[in-house]
């Protein structure tokens, strides 16, 4: 009986253990940052200015906005939750060029040049610096809302209550709460989660035309995930663009990836709302 009592002592403080763990890691978890020195010099081949928007709080939140000489509108785009501009820049370049639209893109609290205490309505909040400085310079009907992975997230937020030509989701997940299941299944999310991202609510306001981008083999955001938002999504206009074996962060490397971006971009005027 005594071995029992201690069996079950051990299981019970095993189990406090882990939510004192999630409690206090979740956000490395989360967000796996990354800083740059406010000095970090960024090249590029397109024509690009330095971002640095002041929030509520006080925080400055850093992007960058690449530009085209005639461009067909400009694409917001929230990144995922590893690296920073020095490397996402890269790849809003790309878009930019390749695509001829102006790209805003934003580095979240605590990466990169960014920076601010974090907290989750302070996050979503800073999205909307760089949607209202994009409605600034273009009209909502030239603004595409891009979000990959975490960036989802934010991107939904800002369609929910914005308006926009569209909005583009790759590799997102419905909610932070069913990716963590899988891993902690035992423990009770619900109410331990700081960042409840919740793009599968966030969808159902969303009237935008909707288009989502996801590998039938992604191990860290499961192929489902974009099946159940596409089934959730309000929009009148909606479609899943399906990466046949592609994984989480090898779409690019897909002509399939590409094929979705040209009809979803070259074509966007005629979804204009």
Same mark, same amino acid.
């Given at each position: $009986? /005594?071995?029992?009592? =201690? ?9 406090? @253990?882990?939510?004192? $763990?999630? @409690?206090?890691?979740?956000? #490395? ?24 928007? #002041? ?9 960058? !906005?690449?530009?085209?000489? $005639?461009? #067909? ?9 590893? =690296? ?22 934003? *580095?979240? /609290? ?7 205490? =974090?907290?989750? /309505?302070? $996050?979503?909040? *800073? ?9 600034? #310079?273009?009209?909502?009907?030239? &603004? ?17 209550? +914005? ?14 709460? *069913? %990716?963590? +299941? ?29 288009? &989502?981008? !996801?590998?039938?083999?992604?191990? %860290?955001?499961?192929?489902? !995930? ?39 971009? !070259? ?7």
């Amino acid at each position: $009986m /005594r071995q029992v009592k =201690r069996i079950g002592i051990a299981i019970i403080a095993i189990y406090l @253990l882990s939510i004192g $763990m999630l @409690l206090n890691f979740q956000e #490395k978890i989360l967000f796996q940052s990354e800083t740059l020195s406010q000095d970090h010099v960024f090249t590029s081949s397109v024509a690009f200015e330095e971002l640095y928007l #002041k929030a509520e709080d006080d925080a400055i939140i850093h992007g960058l !906005h690449y530009k085209q000489a $005639m461009p #067909k509108g400009v694409i917001l785009y929230f990144h995922g939750n590893a =690296r920073t501009l020095e490397y996402w820049g890269k790849w809003a370049e790309q878009l930019s060029e390749q695509y001829n639209y102006d790209v805003v893109i934003m *580095d979240y /609290r605590g990466y990169g040049k960014s920076i601010g205490k =974090r907290s989750y /309505r302070a $996050m979503l909040n *800073d999205a909307f610096l760089f949607y209202n400085y994009c409605q600034a #310079k273009f009209s909502t009907e030239e &603004i595409v809302i891009f979000g990959r992975s975490l960036g989802g997230a934010f991107a939904t937020h800002v369609a929910q209550q +914005k308006e926009a030509r569209l909005l583009l989701l790759e590799s997102t997940f419905t909610s932070v709460y *069913d %990716v963590g +299941k899988t891993r902690f299944w035992f423990l009770p999310l619900k109410w331990l989660l700081k960042y409840p991202f919740q793009n599968d609510q966030n969808i159902q306001n969303i009237a935008l035309p909707t288009y &989502i981008i !996801h590998g039938t083999e992604d191990g %860290v955001v499961p192929y489902e !995930h974009s099946q159940q938002l596409l089934e959730k999504a309000r929009a009148s206009t909606k479609k899943l663009y399906t990466i046949n074996e592609g994984l989480h962060n090898d779409l690019i490397s897909y002509p399939a990836y590409f094929n979705a971006l040209n009809e979803i971009l !070259h074509d966007a005027a005629r979804y204009s709302n």
